[in-house]
């Protein structure tokens, strides 16, 4: 079987997502880098495999995929090996429910938040800006509304985001977070916060050994 092929540059947070997955499945994949300098994203055949112009991309065969979530979910579908990599939590509606329910906290209430910071801290400077503050006093007060409702979640599950057992809804929130807790914000903000950061500590345990036990 060809290894599926991504589409973009490892250190972009939505290509990062992917890879994750495919290391978590062990699946086969090979990366081809799009050169944004040369707008190689805006170009037609890159607009064939994503028609926003952006990455990552997907490749399985004859199938192309974009948006990163959606990626993930069919890894974990197609390429997992065992049950010990059902992220997904499938087999079983109600668990699988709440995944996805947390996934859409994820990317509906935690990501903004956290790549609004990051584009001030770490896009604008480099491209020759001054961060906007307000911008990020804003981006870390929605964050901490975010976090304080995590906080109590975990303490129900004494665990991860979707229960006892950790699954995509917690793997989907690395790329940012590591980027985000090389800011000054990082101890401050999760700080506040003991079962959060009892969490992240776990998830980033877990993905650094191979192991995902509570």
């Known amino acids: 079987m060809s290894p599926v092929k991504v589409f973009g540059s490892a250190p972009f947070t939505n290509v990062a997502r992917v890879l994750l997955c495919l290391e978590e499945v062990g699946a086969d994949y090979e990366i ?24 990552p ?10 948006e990163s979530r959606a990626i993930c979910r069919y890894i974990l579908r197609k390429h997992r090996a065992t049950d ?6 499938e087999g079983d509606p109600s668990e699988s429910a709440v995944v996805d329910a947390w996934l859409d906290v994820e990317a509906l209430r935690y990501e903004p938040s956290v790549h609004a910071v990051f584009v001030q801290r770490r896009v604008v400077p480099a491209l020759g800006g001054e961060p906007d503050e307000r911008v990020i006093a804003e981006s870390v007060a929605r964050l901490r509304e975010t976090l304080a409702v995590y906080e109590a979640r975990l303490e129900a599950t004494r665990g991860y985001l979707a229960g006892g057992e950790v699954s ?31 969490w992240w500590e776990r998830c980033w345990r877990g993905r650094r050994s191979g192991r995902w036990s509570p």
């Open 168 to 198: 995509l809804a917690n793997l989907s929130h690395f790329p940012y977070t590591r980027y985000f807790m090389e800011m000054p914000y990082a101890a401050p903000v999760f700080g506040a916060y003991p079962r959060v950061t009892a």
């Open 32 to 55: 081809v880098e799009v050169d944004f300098g040369a707008r190689e994203h805006k170009g037609p055949d890159h607009l064939a495999r994503n028609p926003f112009g952006q990455v």
């Open 84 to 89: 010990e990599a059902n992220l997904l939590q």
């Open 57 to 66: 991309a997907f490749q399985d065969g004859d199938l192309m995929l974009f």
